[in-house]
């Protein structure tokens, strides 16, 4: 089989391309109220928020063909299983109430219950959150192995395409385009493994041609890494995607089922790219850079016309993301941030303001530190402990936390600290990942402030 793109393919990744612009600028021109632009009108159905929340979720696909060709089945143990058990936390005790109560974004509801100041830095964490540099970096590799160009331009490529639609149409855009998106995803990658089984065989072909760790829960990692991949997992808590779309769902129940229905979904597509990744081990190369596993895979093994569905498919995966997150972060800059500020009167042109700035933000993001996994590992360390306890306080707690705002500056400080001075090496002080001290000091703010703020009411009273 050929190692080359035939035309055909070509063909239909281009036509993936157009398609997708076309579907994401249909009935952009109307003018749309901030509800409209921000949260599709609090509209959105079952089948749609399904499809949006479940590809806006595989944005870093090179990243998990990596892990897996590197450490096989550990894959799922820290990019899978602790996802389906936090999302399943999240939908029971969270979903409902976001969508029953007004606060659009994260920010917002940070400034009601904990002030101002404490809602702009939880903006400036989300920002950072949300980039979209992991998933623009993605793309751009991915674009750079087809088409041979160079980085840059294909890091400009996949940063426009994704975001010029969403800049007009805001969040009906993203969902619109995320149903097609969501469609190749899984027809890419059935066809992908589909093929590889014919060539390679079962579980038993597997259990052969793999090296012995890549078949072992850990795949040769510590403990305490795989514990703190787990951690990370937290980040569904305070996912604004998953917040945005129970914000945007038509109803509670729609925001609770559509989560249940997406984490069978993602087990699917876990089990697919899993597969995609063992198999990639086997057939490719000693020595193949294992960033572009499933692409070179794809390459090598897939015939004319499967080749190029497959590449929009795998394209696809990675730029649902690129535009739900840039539209998130794109919020959070300019509505968030810049709008509360005054000097910016209208929410969506403030909004448009900050997609702009994002994309500039992200790239510089990618220029320095220019590889997926190590992306996801960075922003997750340090951003999440800053955010999570003040975040799911809202929910749980009647009284708010004294000095969120410091405490949240301070956790993030401390994760930030910590993996600066565990840098090159990852020997990090005292042997603890950065993300564990970080969020030690927001519990331990949290309930050093409450027991503090308790007993000063009772000897008042």
Not at 287 to 303: D, K, M
């Amino acid at each position: 089989m050929s190692g080359e793109l035939h035309v055909v393919d070509i063909g239909i990744i281009l036509l993936y391309s157009g398609g997708l612009l076309a579907l994401g600028l249909f009935n952009t021109k109307r003018k749309q109220d901030q509800t409209d632009y921000l949260l599709a009108g609090r509209r959105l159905t079952l089948v749609p928020f399904t499809a949006s929340l479940v590809a806006t979720w595989y944005g870093g696909i090179l990243g998990v063909g990596e892990f897996t060709y590197l450490y096989g089945i550990s894959n799922w143990v820290v990019l899978g299983l602790p996802y389906y058990i936090f999302a399943l936390l999240f939908t029971l005790f969270i979903a409902g109430r976001i969508r029953d109560e007004n606060f659009p974004t994260i920010p917002d509801r940070l400034s009601h219950h904990y002030g101002k100041t404490a809602g702009v830095i939880g903006a400036g964490l989300v920002a950072i959150l949300t980039t979209p540099a992991p998933y623009i970096l993605s793309c751009a590799l991915l674009i750079t192995f087809l088409f041979t160009m160079p980085l840059f331009p294909a890091m400009l490529i996949a940063t426009a395409v994704s975001l010029i639609y969403v800049y007009n149409g805001g969040f009906r855009s993203v969902v619109r385009t995320d149903i097609l998106q969501f469609i190749l995803m899984f027809a890419g990658f059935a066809l992908l493994v589909f093929t590889c089984f014919l060539q390679v065989g079962g579980l038993q072909a597997m259990k052969s041609g793999l090296p012995t760790l890549h078949l072992i829960w850990h795949g040769g990692n510590s403990t305490q890494y795989i514990l703190v991949w787990f951690f990370i997992a937290l980040w569904t808590f305070v996912d604004p995607g998953f917040y945005q779309r129970c914000a945007a769902a038509e109803s509670p129940p729609v925001a609770k089922q559509g989560i249940l229905v997406s984490i069978g979904f993602w087990a699917l597509f876990d089990f697919l790219t899993l597969c995609a990744g063992l198999y990639s081990r086997i057939l490719l190369p000693e020595g193949s850079e294992a960033a572009l596993a499933l692409p070179s895979l794809g390459l090598v093994v897939l015939p004319p016309i499967a080749k190029g569905l497959f590449f929009a498919g795998l394209l696809a995966t990675i730029m649902s993301t690129i535009d739900s997150y840039g539209f998130i972060s794109g919020i959070t800059i300019g509505r968030d941030i810049l709008w509360r500020t005054g000097k910016l009167k209208n929410e969506v042109t403030a909004t448009k303001m900050g997609l702009l700035l994002m994309a500039v933000l992200s790239l510089l993001l990618v220029w320095l530190v220019p590889s997926v996994v190590e992306l996801w590992y960075t922003l997750g360390s340090v951003v999440i402990p800053g955010l999570l306890i003040p975040f799911l306080a809202t929910f749980w707690l009647k009284c708010p936390i004294p000095g969120v705002a410091a405490m949240m500056l301070l956790s993030t400080t401390v994760s930030f600290s910590w993996l600066i001075f565990g840098l090159p090496d990852g020997n990090y002080p005292l042997g603890l990942e950065p993300f564990y001290p970080g969020l030690g000091v927001s519990l331990a703010w949290m309930l050093v402030t409450i027991i503090h703020s308790r007993d000063r009411l009772l000897n008042t009273s």
